[in-house]
């Protein structure tokens, strides 16, 4: 099983559409809110982990209020690998 964080921030948003549609993603794939605009899941397998963060960057990648990704950083390890 694997872990992941993924941490973002859009700036010149014109409302939190972008946010929210990632949170929404994220939260189906068991993600938890860390922190602001940090989420994390633990004890998942990588296969659904890495469709849950492709599901988050595709929105990112075109953000729906306008606006610009600032940052993006994600990190998934395996310590079941070993």
Known sequence: MARAI????????RSNQTGNEVVGRLQ?????????????VDGAPMRHLVAALRDALDVLERPIGGGRL?????????????
Do not use: C, K, M
């Open 6 to 13: 993924i941490r973002w921030s859009v700036n010149g948003e």
């Open 70 to 82: 600032d940052h993006l950083w994600v990190y998934v390890d395996n310590p079941d690998s070993i």
């Open 28 to 40: 189906q794939a068991g993600f938890e809110r860390v922190g602001t605009a940090s989420y994390e």
